[in-house]
């Protein structure tokens, strides 16, 4: 899920007579060891014969990464090779399923769709790009309906409230107000502000700005 880290763990054993040094190591003609959204630890060590070693692999989809898999750019698979010195290379395959989510699409894909995004297919169009299936009819909402959905409940509990953009709120309430609104069921009992925090992680994580770059000022400083 979106900035829900994942973790799995993965053990090496020293079966041989004589010490093992094991490094992870990119692959042919890449510089890192792993794609963006996963990180190993450790990525290097050495065994006695005998002993025994833990890696953790975790995985998280952040904006970036979120919005390169809605669009089509990427996909929750990876291979990493673990290098044994004097020794063969082992390639430990990484695959997961992404919980789809508002989070990290773009106003344009969230007005074509009336259903929770959870429930609208991917369709892939002749250039090999990936979009969401539009509404019904070729109909569009005027605002994306996630969007209403957090603006209305702080417009109905929150106008009062100071500091409201200013104070974070709740991280497992923001968790659960994400997995509202991507699944299309009632929010639970929150704060105002876990809300607001929830609202701005989701503009913040467009992939696209509201206001578009066009329309930003041109600046000109003199060094």
Known sequence: RYLVE???SVWISNTSQVIAHWRFTPKFEETALCKRWLHIEPTYG??????????????????ETAQDLNGGKDTLQDIIVLHLENGPDKFIDVSGEYARSCFGC???ELVCTTEP???VPIASS???????SSTQNGATLSVPKELWRMVDAIYQRGLQERNLFLTQGNPAEVQTIR????????FDACSVYSMADALWSFL????DPVIPPSLFPNMEIDA
């Not at 002749?126 to 969401?132: I, K, N, T, V």
């Not at 997995?179 to 009632?186: A, I, L, P």
């Not at 913040?204 to 992939?207: R, T």
């Open 126 to 132: 002749p250039d090999g790009h990936r979009h969401f």
């Open 117 to 119: 995004i959870r429930n």
């Open 179 to 186: 997995e509202s609104v991507d699944t299309g069921t009632e």
């Open 204 to 207: 913040n994580s467009l992939a």
């Open 6 to 8: 994942s973790q799995a």
């Open 46 to 63: 050495m065994l006695i014969p005998g002993e025994r070693a833990e890696i953790v692999i975790r995985a998280l989809v952040d904006n």
């Open 106 to 108: 773009t106003l344009e």
